[in-house]
């Protein structure tokens, strides 16, 4: 029994320890599912929580974009009715813009119409005040033009130099620079003996006046050819100032290219004519060239200066410098030696020849001379300082005009009084000789020893006859005197006197031989007697042969008028072939640097 008691109790117990695990294990699993069902409540709490979180989150994010939407929705209606007012505000002011636009643009319009039909007027007045001015100014600068016409004629260079120092390549060079600036001249070629002129020219003395013509028919070497070919185309050079007239107002330079046989030119009596002819009417200027490497020691230097010197004196006219070939050797030099003496005495102290003296002592005199001279230093051949050569030149353009221009008028002057005077002096000799003759008609007449009326006349013919040659023979002497006159301005005083004398020994003496042809007066032979008798013959002759006189001194005069005309005509001839050949120079090719 208590063996099964044990056992029961064994069992009980060990039932009892199960139970108690089971209930441990049930408390555990109460326990766990306690846990896990707080778990799950909490997780469901949580969940719930999260859920409820999450969902208050979405209300909330709802809410929220639901407020936002609202908002956006408010903010988008809000700013739409604003877009909305805007536009309206936007369309109204556009209305209102446009109305006002509209309104401007039409009282634009109107003031644009109103601003034109006064812009229209102040134009008309404005355009007819310009043509007024236009009218006055065009006036002006016609009155202007007219007085810088006057003023402002072409200016003429002659172009001088010793031979071979470059004449004719510097023409042709200042030919094609001119021609390269569009800047028109008018070019005169004075040298007859030159065989070839290379460039363009206006009037060559070679087309008329054939130098070795001139050398054959009068016998002469070629210096004298030249100056007579200078003399003959003298007497032909008013129509040569024809022609410069009536180009004067195109042309700006006028060049005159000069023989190389200095003297020729400078020296002669046409030399002089036609300087005086050309410096009386227009600007003058003497461009003297200068062979520079033949100038680079001082006594050739001096031998120049003292030529320049010379030309200067004999022309009196505005005088440039031009030291040519300057390609070759520099010029600096010799404008030192012409502006300081101290450096040409210099130079002249390395020479102790008796030339080098003579050039110290001529450079202290001529020192004041060439001084103030216009130099310029040029190349003819490359066209170097062709600028500073018309630069030279329009000084002493200024020049001619301030004072060269005075003295040549002045001497104009003189030369016109001179002429008057002599005009005069002969008009009262004439009075008076024929104050003498009346008075010797009002002294009783004597008979004449002429027996009939045809004899009568034959002396009295004879007699015309000699007054004709005499007057005639009279004019050629003035004239001759005239011109020996201009040709030596400086010594005519001396020569008038001496002419003067020889004029009126001539003219007494054959008056004398009219009075008494071959010694015989044939006045004596009548008597008082005849007086009466013959007085009214003689009258009745006398006016007779006086209607003849005159008759005979118009044919005469008809005569002179028709050759003189005929000689008109020959000269206008000759004039139109010169014309003829002038060359159309803007046509030419040149040599342009
Ligand atoms: N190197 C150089 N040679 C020159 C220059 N100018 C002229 N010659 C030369 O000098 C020589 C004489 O020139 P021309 O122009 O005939 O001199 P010209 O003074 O007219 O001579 P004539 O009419 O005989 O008096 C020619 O051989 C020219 O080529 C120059 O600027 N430089």
Redesign the pocket.
């Given at each position: 029994m208590n063996q099964e008691n044990e056992k029961m109790e064994t069992i009980k117990e060990e039932f009892r320890d199960k139970l108690k695990i089971e209930n441990q294990n049930q408390n555990q699993y109460q326990n766990q599912n306690q846990n896990r069902n707080q778990n799950q409540n909490q997780n469901q709490n949580q969940n719930q929580n999260q859920n409820q979180n999450e969902n208050e989150n979405e209300n909330q994010n709802q809410n929220q974009i639901e407020n936002q939407n609202q908002n956006q929705n408010q903010i988008q209606i809000e700013n739409q009715n604003q877009n909305q007012n805007e536009n309206e505000n936007e369309n109204q002011n556009q209305n209102i813009n446009e109305n006002q636009n509209q309104n401007q643009i039409e009282n634009q319009i109107e003031n644009q119409n109103q601003i034109q039909i006064e812009n229209q007027n102040q134009n008309q007045n404005q355009n007819e005040n310009e043509n007024e001015n236009q009218n006055q100014n065009i006036n002006e600068n016609q009155n202007e033009n007219k007085n810088e016409n006057q003023n402002e004629k072409p200016t003429v260079i002659i172009i001088i130099?010793?031979?071979?120092?470059?004449?004719?390549?510097?023409?042709?060079?200042l030919n094609s620079y001119l021609y390269q600036y569009q800047i028109p001249k008018y070019i005169i070629n004075l040298?007859p003996a030159?065989n070839n002129v290379p460039y363009a020219v206006n009037i060559d003395i070679r087309d008329t006046i054939n130098y070795k013509k001139v050398m054959e028919q009068y016998q002469l070497g070629p210096n004298g050819a030249i100056i007579t070919s200078l003399n003959l185309f003298t007497t032909q050079f008013d129509q040569v100032l024809n022609y410069l007239e009536k180009r004067e107002k195109e042309v700006k330079y006028i060049l005159i290219?000069t023989?190389?046989?200095i003297e020729s030119f400078t020296w002669s009596a046409s030399g002089q004519i036609i300087t005086e002819a050309l410096s009386s009417t227009y600007p003058t200027v003497i461009a003297y060239?200068i062979?520079t490497p033949r100038t680079l020691t001082p006594t050739t230097f001096m031998a120049n200066m003292l030529y320049s010197c010379s030309i200067l004196y004999k022309t009196r006219l505005p005088f440039l410098l031009v030291f040519?070939?300057?390609?070759?050797c520099d010029f600096r030099f010799a404008q030192e030696w012409l502006t300081n003496w101290q450096s040409f005495d210099d130079a002249l102290k390395e020479q102790s020849s008796y030339t080098a003296s003579f050039s110290r002592s001529m450079s202290l005199v001529l020192d004041e001379f060439y001084r103030n001279l216009e130099s310029v230093g040029?190349?003819?051949?490359?066209g170097?300082g062709m600028k500073e050569f018309f630069q030279g030149i329009k000084k002493c353009e200024k020049l001619y005009y301030s004072v060269f221009k005075v003295e040549i008028e002045k001497r104009r002057q003189m030369i016109i009084q001179e002429k008057l005077k002599k005009q005069k002096e002969m008009k009262e000799s004439l009075i008076q000789s024929m104050k003498e003759e009346e008075e010797k008609d009002k002294k009783p007449k004597e008979k004449s020893h002429f027996k009939n009326e045809h004899e009568i006349n034959l002396n009295q013919t004879i007699k015309n006859q000699i007054t004709i040659n005499e007057s005639t023979k009279n004019q050629h002497n003035y004239q001759y005197k005239y011109q020996y006159q201009y040709q030596n301005e400086d010594d005519s005083d001396e020569y008038q006197d001496e002419d003067e004398d020889i004029y009126f020994v001539e003219h007494q003496k054959r008056i004398n031989e009219f009075q008494n042809p071959n010694g015989y007066n044939p006045y004596d032979d009548f008597s008082d007697d005849d007086d009466d008798n013959n007085n009214d013959f003689d009258n009745q002759n006398e006016n007779q042969n006086q209607i003849h006189i005159e008759n005979q001194i118009e044919n005469e005069n008809q005569n002179q008028n028709e050759n003189q005309i005929e000689n008109q005509n020959e000269n206008e001839n000759q004039i139109h072939i010169e014309e003829d050949n002038e060359i159309d120079i803007d046509n030419q090719d040149f040599d342009v640097d």
């Amino acid at each position: 029994m208590n063996q099964e008691n044990e056992k029961m109790e064994t069992i009980k117990e060990e039932f009892r320890d199960k139970l108690k695990i089971e209930n441990q294990n049930q408390n555990q699993y109460q326990n766990q599912n306690q846990n896990r069902n707080q778990n799950q409540n909490q997780n469901q709490n949580q969940n719930q929580n999260q859920n409820q979180n999450e969902n208050e989150n979405e209300n909330q994010n709802q809410n929220q974009i639901e407020n936002q939407n609202q908002n956006q929705n408010q903010i988008q209606i809000e700013n739409q009715n604003q877009n909305q007012n805007e536009n309206e505000n936007e369309n109204q002011n556009q209305n209102i813009n446009e109305n006002q636009n509209q309104n401007q643009i039409e009282n634009q319009i109107e003031n644009q119409n109103q601003i034109q039909i006064e812009n229209q007027n102040q134009n008309q007045n404005q355009n007819e005040n310009e043509n007024e001015n236009q009218n006055q100014n065009i006036n002006e600068n016609q009155n202007e033009n007219k007085n810088e016409n006057q003023n402002e004629k072409p200016t003429v260079i002659i172009i001088i130099g010793m031979a071979g120092s470059g004449k004719t390549t510097l023409m042709q060079r200042l030919n094609s620079y001119l021609y390269q600036y569009q800047i028109p001249k008018y070019i005169i070629n004075l040298d007859p003996a030159v065989n070839n002129v290379p460039y363009a020219v206006n009037i060559d003395i070679r087309d008329t006046i054939n130098y070795k013509k001139v050398m054959e028919q009068y016998q002469l070497g070629p210096n004298g050819a030249i100056i007579t070919s200078l003399n003959l185309f003298t007497t032909q050079f008013d129509q040569v100032l024809n022609y410069l007239e009536k180009r004067e107002k195109e042309v700006k330079y006028i060049l005159i290219d000069t023989p190389g046989q200095i003297e020729s030119f400078t020296w002669s009596a046409s030399g002089q004519i036609i300087t005086e002819a050309l410096s009386s009417t227009y600007p003058t200027v003497i461009a003297y060239v200068i062979d520079t490497p033949r100038t680079l020691t001082p006594t050739t230097f001096m031998a120049n200066m003292l030529y320049s010197c010379s030309i200067l004196y004999k022309t009196r006219l505005p005088f440039l410098l031009v030291f040519n070939k300057c390609d070759i050797c520099d010029f600096r030099f010799a404008q030192e030696w012409l502006t300081n003496w101290q450096s040409f005495d210099d130079a002249l102290k390395e020479q102790s020849s008796y030339t080098a003296s003579f050039s110290r002592s001529m450079s202290l005199v001529l020192d004041e001379f060439y001084r103030n001279l216009e130099s310029v230093g040029v190349s003819a051949v490359t066209g170097k300082g062709m600028k500073e050569f018309f630069q030279g030149i329009k000084k002493c353009e200024k020049l001619y005009y301030s004072v060269f221009k005075v003295e040549i008028e002045k001497r104009r002057q003189m030369i016109i009084q001179e002429k008057l005077k002599k005009q005069k002096e002969m008009k009262e000799s004439l009075i008076q000789s024929m104050k003498e003759e009346e008075e010797k008609d009002k002294k009783p007449k004597e008979k004449s020893h002429f027996k009939n009326e045809h004899e009568i006349n034959l002396n009295q013919t004879i007699k015309n006859q000699i007054t004709i040659n005499e007057s005639t023979k009279n004019q050629h002497n003035y004239q001759y005197k005239y011109q020996y006159q201009y040709q030596n301005e400086d010594d005519s005083d001396e020569y008038q006197d001496e002419d003067e004398d020889i004029y009126f020994v001539e003219h007494q003496k054959r008056i004398n031989e009219f009075q008494n042809p071959n010694g015989y007066n044939p006045y004596d032979d009548f008597s008082d007697d005849d007086d009466d008798n013959n007085n009214d013959f003689d009258n009745q002759n006398e006016n007779q042969n006086q209607i003849h006189i005159e008759n005979q001194i118009e044919n005469e005069n008809q005569n002179q008028n028709e050759n003189q005309i005929e000689n008109q005509n020959e000269n206008e001839n000759q004039i139109h072939i010169e014309e003829d050949n002038e060359i159309d120079i803007d046509n030419q090719d040149f040599d342009v640097d």
